[in-house]
């Protein structure tokens, strides 16, 4: 069986339980200095932590519902390409774009 694991909000991977609380300033900081890197029309909002009760009635830490609100937060980061409408991170999506022809 896996040790279970926690998506990050910002970048959408997994983290042991123990490393998410190490993970997530270091991500939020590489954000930062990503999105101050960007063209202006591609900056984006700070991401929020998903407020979620992680904890069941009983006491116990729901990770499904925890995972789920982290992986849309992660997902809501994504730019839509104007052309083919593909979403990606927006220093990828100047990279695609290069790329990408009308139909």
């Known amino acids: 069986r896996r040790p279970p694991t926690v998506i990050c909000y910002i970048c959408g ?3 042991g339980t123990k490393s998410i609380s190490i993970h ?3 991500c939020l900081k ?7 890197m960007l063209p202006k029309h591609l900056k984006r909002p ?7 009760n ?7 830490y729901d990770l499904d519902a925890l995972n ?3 992986w849309t937060s992660a997902q809501n ?3 839509p390409c104007d052309i083919c ?3 990606f991170l927006p220093d990828r999506l100047i990279v695609h774009q290069r790329s990408c022809k009308p139909k």
Do not use: C, M, S
Request: hydrophobic share 30%; net charge positive; glycine share 6%.
């Open 13 to 15: 991977r997994e983290y």
């Open 24 to 26: 997530e300033p270091q």
């Open 30 to 36: 590489k954000w930062h200095q990503e999105n101050d």
């Open 46 to 52: 700070v991401p929020r932590k998903p407020e979620v």
């Open 54 to 60: 992680p904890i069941k009635a009983k006491g116990f």
């Open 68 to 70: 789920e609100a982290a």
């Open 77 to 79: 980061q994504l730019v």
């Open 85 to 87: 409408g593909r979403t």
